[in-house]
């Protein structure tokens, strides 16, 4: 069984996300911090990290940094789920390396396990994608 960890400040966004991947047979760790995300991160290896990049005290930007900062867990694909469009932080995310970022505006519930599926290996990978369809390249190319 794979296993995801969500790192996201509201509750609410951690519980239906969590509901939504245990209904699909996913093991599935919260985490209300970046600090702790990356305290979960280093004692259970989950398989992909979702991580909301506006969060208080240490933000997603940071925690993406601290991930691929750290050897034994630099590895782990980190998709992006985020209210945050600022394409400057689009950028920095790619930079640092995603494999996906959502807008919370624009998530739709099948469209984001399909590309959770594809990130875990679970189906063929298709390109990296934002969920409102455009390929993540036309708009990081947008921003560049």
Do not use: N
Not at 22 to 43: D, F, K, W
Not at 52 to 65: E, K, N, S, Y
Request: aromatic fraction near 4%.
């Amino acid at each position: 069984m794979k296993t995801i960890l969500i790192i996201d400040d509201m509750a609410f966004c951690r519980e239906l996300f969590s509901l939504a991947l245990r209904r699909e047979g996913y093991e599935v760790l919260t985490a209300g911090s970046g600090r702790e995300g990356m305290q979960l991160m280093q004692s259970h290896k989950p398989d992909l990290v979702m991580l909301d990049v506006m969060m208080p005290d240490l933000d997603g930007i940071a925690t993406l940094r601290m991930i691929r900062a750290t050897p034994d867990i630099k590895h782990i694909p980190v998709f992006v789920l985020t209210a945050d469009e600022d394409r400057e932080r689009i950028r920095q995310a790619r930079q640092i390396g995603v494999q996906a970022y959502i807008l919370k505006s624009q998530f739709l519930l099948e469209t984001t396990l399909d590309r959770i599926r594809e990130i875990v290996g679970e189906i063929e990978t298709a390109p990296l994608e934002t969920v409102t369809g455009r390929a993540v390249e036309e708009v990081w190319g947008d921003v560049q």
